[in-house]
């Protein structure tokens, strides 16, 4: 079992960047990869992005040139960098840790204002 928790969300305008973080309770190297979803209000919860633990990563095709994925194996820490954020990205982000079973955050708010 792991703990994970989201952190870096917030308010910002269009066009502007956020790095979010999530941060693991224990080792994520376990894990097959590590992953970003998003639920805007209303909506279904989609991916956004994955590493896998051989560091290569998977964008969804919204955020393809925009977002980026990383991880610290060290500090059981893996990153989203966001940049030139829209209104659509307005979400919360969740960070998910998957393996032969799937562990959640609580999410953390991303506003991005018009």
Known sequence: QVQLVESGG???QAGESLTLSCAASGSISRFNGM???RQASG??????AT???GGTSYLADSVKGRFTVSRDNAKNTVYLQM???KPDDTAVYYCAAVGTTT????????????
Not at 43 to 48: A, D, F, I
Not at 103 to 114: F, L
């Open 10 to 12: 917030g308010l910002v």
């Open 35 to 37: 992953a970003w979803h």
């Open 43 to 48: 909506k279904q919860r989609e991916w956004v």
């Open 51 to 53: 590493i896998a633990s």
């Open 83 to 85: 940049n030139k954020l």
């Open 103 to 114: 562990y959640w955050g609580q999410g953390t708010q991303v506003t991005v204002s018009s």
